[in-house]
């Protein structure tokens, strides 16, 4: 594999890197001391603390691990929307109105529950009481000689109106229900004249109608009591807003510190404003203190980012990725590794519809303070040759996570490339170093996987 890197030709990998790296990070013991006191309370978001250097593992009675991927997403309306879009590649708006002639005619408005980019159905709450009950069906397909097909169905007796709307042309149809029993029905006339667009290539982690979450498990594993010190690093609308101010959690002896939510949790404490509670993205450095030994296992934590598939259906599930919490023995100051897939084009039984997210977070393990810049190249396995173009990574801040979403749009890999080995090779400055890992996630069932990446040179 190093052959497909010739830049890299006669790099000295260090031939210890775990005692290299604490060496390197020895000196963090007096930075991160500052935690020792009590957390201080939070100042305005544009003053917003900065992220205090990790305590190595080396260091009797304190050491840092970190989550690095932490996410907190609130859906509007709380995913309860009424408008059901389907087609993203050439999309389509759809919303349903019932009338319930076994209830004078009392209407209510249809909320939208998708399933696939292609098909999804309405629930009637406000008649029903039932937010989860399938009423109304709908799929609309791209037809084979151009334009698209609508079919729809039910099972409900109510009176029912079903509007599809084509986005780009404004062009609406209304298929309408009486009262009774009757069979749905399909459209293979109205939407005609509309250009069949490929299959879109984007898809995000996020669902846009489900609530996303991190889940924390932060462990004192020891008879003595200890001390885990937190600071949450995070972006809200693509911009880093930096680091809330450190905040001690008291571990008694075999305890175990819990939040279903942490984002949430830190905002209730007033950390956060409600704009991070509601959307936000970053990672999360955990300091223990006072405990017996460094060996590592004596304080652990476990995160879990999950989301219902649907918020207004609870049977549908939950899917999320577990995290790896990182010791920063996989931070690099010059490459990390590993591999993405992409089968959205051509889906199979086998692998299903996978796209890639890369998540790239500057771990700042050697407390430079410095902001990294980053170059991700993708190559093709099948030839060893680069594919695509570059993605260039500028100015990440220590402590922040940033997100590359579907990693092979943003480096325009050819569709026919289903697999890749990404690099993501540090520019500048010196002596920092990064993490890396890869979420794949499948576009229908929306289950995920989170990958670490390894380290290629410059191992910390």
Same mark, same amino acid.
């Given at each position: 594999?190093?052959?497909?890197?010739?830049?890299?030709?006669?790099?000295?990998?260090?031939?210890?890197?775990?005692?290299?790296?604490?060496?390197?990070?020895?000196?963090?013991?007096? #930075?991160?001391?500052?935690?020792? $006191?009590?957390? /201080?309370?939070?100042?305005?978001? %544009?003053?917003? !603390? =900065?992220?205090?250097? &990790?305590?190595?593992?080396?260091?009797?009675?304190?050491?840092?691990?970190?989550?690095?991927?932490?996410?907190?997403?609130?859906?509007?309306?709380?995913?309860?929307?009424?408008?059901?879009?389907?087609?993203?590649?050439?999309?389509?708006?759809?919303?349903?109105?019932?009338?319930?002639?076994?209830?004078?005619?009392?209407?209510?408005?249809?909320?939208?529950?998708?399933?696939?980019?292609?098909?999804?159905?309405?629930?009637?709450?406000?008649?029903?009481?039932?937010?989860?009950?399938?009423?109304?069906?709908?799929?609309?397909?791209?037809?084979?000689?151009?334009?698209?097909?609508?079919?729809?169905?039910?099972?409900?007796?109510?009176?029912?109106?079903?509007?599809?709307?084509?986005?780009?042309?404004?062009?609406?149809?209304?298929?309408?229900?009486? #009262?009774?029993?009757?069979?749905? $029905?399909?459209? /293979?006339?109205?939407?005609?004249? %509309?250009?069949? !667009? =490929?299959?879109?290539? &984007?898809?995000?982690?996020?669902?846009?109608?489900?609530?996303?979450?991190?889940?924390?498990?932060?462990?004192?594993?020891?008879?003595?009591?200890?001390?885990?010190?937190?600071?949450?690093?995070?972006?809200?609308?693509?911009?880093?807003?930096?680091?809330?101010?450190?905040?001690?959690?008291?571990?008694?002896?075999?305890?175990?510190?819990?939040?279903?939510?942490?984002?949430?949790?830190?905002?209730?404490?007033?950390?956060?404003?409600?704009?991070?509670?509601?959307?936000?993205?970053?990672?999360?450095?955990?300091?223990?203190?006072?405990?017996?030994?460094?060996?590592?296992?004596?304080?652990?934590?476990?995160?879990?980012?999950?989301?219902?598939?649907?918020?207004?259906?609870?049977?549908?599930?939950?899917?999320?990725?577990?995290?790896?919490?990182?010791?920063?023995?996989?931070?690099?100051?010059?490459?990390?590794?590993?591999?993405?897939?992409?089968?959205?084009?051509?889906?199979?039984?086998?692998?299903?519809?996978?796209?890639?997210?890369?998540?790239?977070?500057?771990?700042?393990?050697?407390?430079?303070?410095?902001?990294?810049?980053?170059?991700?190249?993708?190559?093709?396995?099948?030839?060893?040759?680069?594919?695509?173009?570059?993605?260039?990574?500028?100015?990440?801040?220590?402590?922040?996570?940033?997100?590359?979403?579907?990693?092979?749009?943003?480096?325009?890999?050819?569709?026919?490339?289903?697999?890749?080995?990404?690099?993501?090779?540090?520019?500048?400055?010196?002596?920092?170093?990064?993490?890396?890992?890869?979420?794949?996630?499948?576009?229908?069932?929306?289950?995920?996987?989170?990958?670490?990446?390894?380290?290629?040179?410059?191992?910390?």
């Amino acid at each position: 594999m190093r052959g497909f890197r010739p830049e890299e030709n006669g790099m000295k990998k260090p031939s210890c890197p775990i005692v290299a790296a604490f060496a390197a990070v020895f000196g963090l013991a007096a #930075a991160a001391s500052a935690l020792d $006191g009590p957390a /201080t309370s939070r100042g305005p978001v %544009a003053r917003l !603390a =900065p992220r205090v250097a &990790a305590a190595p593992k080396a260091t009797a009675a304190s050491y840092s691990v970190e989550v690095p991927y932490v996410q907190s997403y609130t859906p509007p309306d709380g995913g309860q929307s009424g408008t059901l879009n389907l087609n993203a590649a050439h999309p389509f708006t759809v919303t349903l109105v019932a009338t319930n002639q076994h209830n004078g005619n009392v209407q209510g408005n249809g909320v939208a529950l998708p399933q696939t980019d292609t098909f999804g159905y309405f629930s009637l709450p406000s008649i029903t009481n039932n937010p989860s009950n399938p009423e109304v069906f709908i799929k609309i397909l791209a037809a084979p000689a151009g334009g698209y097909w609508v079919f729809y169905g039910h099972l409900t007796d109510l009176i029912y109106d079903l509007t599809v709307t084509e986005v780009a042309t404004g062009l609406s149809k209304t298929y309408h229900k009486d #009262a009774g029993n009757s069979p749905g $029905g399909f459209d /293979t006339g109205t939407f005609v004249g %509309a250009v069949t !667009a =490929p299959a879109p290539r &984007a898809t995000r982690v996020i669902t846009p109608d489900a609530s996303l979450r991190t889940s924390v498990d932060i462990s004192n594993n020891t008879n003595v009591t200890a001390n885990a010190v937190v600071q949450y690093c995070y972006a809200t609308g693509g911009a880093f807003q930096g680091c809330t101010q450190p905040r001690s959690i008291a571990l008694p002896a075999y305890n175990n510190f819990h939040q279903d939510d942490m984002v949430g949790y830190l905002g209730s404490l007033g950390d956060l404003p409600q704009a991070a509670v509601d959307d936000s993205i970053g990672t999360l450095l955990v300091t223990f203190q006072n405990l017996p030994s460094q060996q590592g296992w004596e304080g652990t934590v476990a995160a879990n980012v999950y989301n219902r598939v649907s918020e207004v259906d609870p049977l549908r599930g939950t899917v999320g990725c577990g995290e790896q919490i990182s010791y920063f023995f996989e931070s690099a100051t010059s490459s990390v590794v590993g591999t993405a897939r992409y089968t959205v084009p051509a889906p199979s039984a086998q692998a299903g519809s996978i796209a890639s997210t890369l998540g790239v977070h500057n771990t700042d393990a050697n407390g430079t303070g410095a902001a990294v810049n980053a170059i991700v190249t993708l190559y093709d396995p099948s030839t060893g040759q680069p594919v695509g173009n570059q993605v260039t990574l500028s100015n990440i801040a220590p402590g922040e996570l940033r997100l590359t979403d579907d990693l092979f749009t943003a480096a325009g890999v050819p569709t026919n490339v289903t697999t890749a080995i990404v690099f993501v090779d540090v520019q500048n400055p010196a002596n920092t170093t990064i993490e890396g890992f890869i979420i794949d996630q499948d576009t229908n069932s929306l289950d995920t996987r989170y990958h670490e990446m390894k380290c290629a040179a410059g191992c910390f």
